[in-house]
């Protein structure tokens, strides 16, 4: 049981803005919190290679396809920095990954939308990646030290990632008429899904309150969000491409642009399991998952019987 | 759902130096089967962008820390020892001023 006392400590250490190690005590619902939210960003990071790589074979040009190969491997390697990052509280390696195949361990709802065309691909590095170095800028900061420093390794990378979509996205928008077409269809589509991304409303958001007392993290979803669209709607005008919410409003006062209503329910529909992709999702990781068992025991008896010579050997 | 529970393959920390000269950095773990898997995967892992011209992997259960509940008792003998320092000493005005 942790003790007042114990927690009095911590919450010293916390508003001081030391950073807890994996050896220091920690209140247990921290490391809970902090093994749920950590391992859902890793979950997060692993399927999202899986709507990119989704377009890997059938890149416009050879130049593309370097790139998005790049990028989804940079994918694998956030993912891996997480996992380690997260099995420094102690947890297997094994349990996380079975966690979400198998389980119920959730990760971002963003990765249940299908890339249907490769504008898709120009709009999550856009819009998702820049969503992203926004929630994980934050990250870099957080209290809890493996997580902050996995979190700054992947902002260093995340913005080539955001660039190149944006990039990408503005040679769209000064294409043919055909080409414009599909760069805003696919804006459209990502625009209101990408919001959802930075989680409910503050006041929808229960675990919100404690993350932020502990420093794991410094602002509200809220706040995240108003960021991003700020930044989002100057970056859409610089490249004559539009948001899709007739509510956009700049606020004079408050010097923040003001959007539509979010549509929650098929924010809760996805979470839930229900996105257009959610199944298939899982169904790809499982068998990647399970197809993957042999290689991995293989490679543990090779290892086993070099071993075995060389010692014999010597 | 896999009922193998051996095949986990080990951990392992990995250290890089970023450049010539400079001191190795922990830059987190990786999974491996041996020696040579764990280099193989610590260099797709943390050093896609030439952030370490050499790595060192080392099994995770051959690190020896010291322990957060002893680090007063552990570290203050160098609390008291000022006249370890530079600053403790004083030197000539006279040489001073020629910095």
Known sequence: ?314 | MSDQTNTEWPLWEVFYQPKDGKPFEHAGSVHAPDSEMALQNARDTYARRNEGISLWVVPSDQIVASTPEDVGPFFDPANDKAYRHPQFYSVPRAVKKRK
């Open chain 1, 1 to 314: 049981m942790d003790t007042q006392q114990q927690l009095d400590q911590f919450q010293e250490r916390i508003d001081n803005g030391e950073k807890i190690e994996p050896k220091d005590w920690m209140p247990e619902r921290y490391r809970k919190q902090l093994i749920r939210i950590m391992s859902q960003h890793a979950h997060s990071e692993i399927v999202g290679m899986l709507p990119e790589g989704n377009w890997i074979t059938r890149a416009p040009s050879l130049k593309r396809k370097m790139v998005l190969l790049a990028k989804v491997q940079d994918e694998a390697g956030h993912g891996l920095y997480l996992y380690s990052a997260t099995e420094t509280l102690g947890i297997e390696r094994r349990e996380l990954v079975e966690g979400y195949i198998y389980g119920n361990a959730k990760y971002s709802s963003i990765f249940n939308y299908p890339t249907l065309t490769y504008a898709d691909i120009c709009v999550i590095g856009w819009l998702v990646d820049g969503a992203a170095i926004v929630n994980q800028t934050m990250l870099a900061k957080s209290s809890y030290g493996p997580y902050a420093r996995a979190n700054l390794r992947i902002c260093k990378e995340e913005s080539f990632h955001k660039k190149q979509g944006y990039e990408m996205l503005a040679k769209m928008m000064e294409g043919t008429e055909a080409q414009q077409k599909m760069a805003q269809d696919a804006v459209n589509r990502w625009w209101w899904p990408t919001l959802m991304m930075f989680g409910p409303n503050d006041s929808d958001s229960p675990n919100s309150a404690e993350l932020i007392k502990w420093g794991v993290k410094s602002k509200t979803n809220d706040e995240l969000r108003q960021h991003f669209v700020d930044r989002m709607v100057m970056e859409a005008e610089a490249i004559n491409v539009e948001l899709p919410d007739p509510d956009l409003t700049y606020n004079e006062e408050t010097g923040h642009w003001e959007f539509g209503e979010i549509p929650w329910d098929e924010f809760w529909s996805v979470v839930k399991g229900d996105g257009p992709m959610n199944r298939e999702r899982i169904k790809a990781r499982q068998k990647a998952y399970e197809s993957g068992e042999w290689v991995r025991e293989a490679a543990m008896e090779y290892a086993r019987k070099k071993k075995l010579r060389k010692e014999k050997a010597s």
